[in-house]
């Protein structure tokens, strides 16, 4: 309500990654509570009563909460300041997003609880089957970081590998392609005419290549752009591109079309344009992009280190960051052609990318307040890694609950969302899945090796 409420009083134009930055801050809004929720369980089983445990949850929580989203507010600034179009895009609702999920998941969801308990109401936090999730969970993961870092050093070893022999899908957004202006006797599907000009625009490698189709105006009236023999001109390619776009579209019209009525430009219903178009994100876009992404590396490094005291935190972060960007830039480029869709690369790629940066940031840094946390308590107690192992198990039911969750809702917009944005949720699908492996087993164990013989300090 207030993301949407600020956007449309801003005039903020929405578009694709703006979209992007919502899913995220719904990710972290979704996280926020959760971590409250879960610390509001401790205290309950530590033998709190309900009123302290809710209490001292919201003020044990707020640790994490600010740290995880300060960190990806300062991205998003950063991105604003440096990146332009679709960057921005993206940037604008985050920052919208994480200030109004902050403001509701601190006060509003507090509100609820008080006037529930002003209400003598109870509020349970488990149900029989659920109380003692995870209690016993005792998963070394400082032992395994060997076996992690050889996984995922052979998996983003072939992903390189496939980027430089292979490399990658690239969209229309990066290419340009030719642009078609269709008006029917009738409302159409944009997606059911997308599937029907993917049989007919095959390249050489017998791949169909999915156009990208949008209503304007009327239901009856769509533009269908594609990069299908971009590199190609002449009279003899104009005419292949005309037959095989009737071909792909005839049976859409209510009554019979032959090749001539559809390419009457004076008659009411057929092709009524077509143009060629440039790539529609420019040299500058590209280059802005990369150097947002470095500035926000560098912030997040500062904040982190500033937070934590230890740059070898920073490192951690930093790894598993570029960690899980290469893991999701190689799976592409590896399964590029081999899915029933599209994994091209374009402006809702870039804006998953940017989600991805975003989710794995915030749940690294979830889990390093966990462990600064679990340190400060037993320091000199316990050997540190330790105290990493209990900390790292200690924050698996957040983890679980935060990421299941979100990837219930992602899987279900990739089922039902349609055709056209189904590459760029598996991106984000991708992203959530490493991203939560990653915060356990890339940047936690990247911490615990940079720290060497200073483990004890």
Not at 88 to 111: D, K
Not at 280 to 295: F, L, M, P, R
Not at 340 to 348: K, R, T
């Amino acid at each position: 309500f207030f993301i949407f409420g600020i956007i449309d009083a801003s005039g903020i134009v929405l578009s694709l990654p703006g979209m992007a930055g919502i899913v995220l801050t719904i990710g972290m809004a979704v996280d926020a509570n959760v971590l409250i929720f879960e610390r509001i369980r401790e205290e309950l089983g530590n033998g709190k009563g309900l009123n302290m445990a809710i209490k001292d949850g919201y003020k044990n929580s707020y640790s994490a909460i600010i740290d995880a989203n300060v960190t990806t507010l300062l991205t998003g600034v950063i991105l604003f300041a440096f990146g332009t179009g679709p960057i921005r895009g993206f940037a604008n609702t985050l920052i919208i997003g994480i200030v109004t999920s902050l403001f509701c998941g601190i006060f509003i969801t507090r509100l609820v609880f008080e006037f529930r308990l002003g209400r003598k109401k109870n509020i349970s936090f488990w149900t029989k089957s659920t109380k003692d999730w995870y209690k016993n969970v005792r998963v070394n993961f400082l032992q395994k970081r060997k076996v992690a870092y050889m996984v995922s050093g052979i998996v983003i070893a072939i992903g390189v590998g496939s980027l430089f022999t292979k490399g990658l899908n690239w969209g229309v957004d990066f290419v340009g392609g030719r642009s078609y202006q269709i008006r029917f006797d009738q409302p159409v599907s944009t997606q059911d005419i997308a599937s029907s000009l993917t049989a007919q625009f095959v390249d050489e490698n017998g791949e169909g290549m999915l156009p990208t189709v949008k209503t304007i105006g009327n239901a009856n009236q769509v533009i269908i752009t594609t990069k299908y023999r971009i590199a190609e001109s002449g009279p003899e390619v104009e005419e292949d591109l005309n037959n095989k776009l009737y071909a792909g579209v005839s049976s859409f019209f209510g009554s019979d079309f032959s090749l001539e009525q559809f390419n009457d430009a004076d008659g009411e219903y057929g092709l009524k344009a077509s143009r060629q178009v440039g790539p529609t994100i420019a040299d500058d876009i590209k280059v802005s992009a990369i150097w947002a992404i470095v500035a926000s590396l560098i912030v997040i490094f500062l904040y982190i280190l500033i937070r934590f005291r230890k740059w070898q935190f920073s490192v951690g972060a930093v790894a598993a960051l570029t960690h899980d960007v290469l893991f999701v830039l190689g799976v592409f480029s590896i399964l590029g052609g081999l899915l029933p869709f599209q994994l091209e690369i374009d402006q809702a790629f870039i804006a998953a990318i940017l989600t991805v940066i975003g989710y794995s940031l915030n749940d690294t840094v979830v889990v390093f307040d966990r462990i600064r946390e679990y340190n400060a308590h037993f320091h000199k107690k316990r050997p540190f890694i330790d105290i990493m192992n209990d900390a790292l198990n200690g924050t698996l039911s957040r983890t679980f609950n935060t990421s299941l969750t979100t990837l219930f809702v992602l899987l279900v917009i990739f089922v039902f969302g349609g055709e056209v944005i189904r590459g760029f949720m598996f991106a984000l699908l991708l992203g959530v899945a490493v991203g939560t492996y990653s915060s356990l087993f890339i940047a936690s164990p990247v911490m615990f090796d940079a720290l060497g013989k200073k483990k004890e300090e």
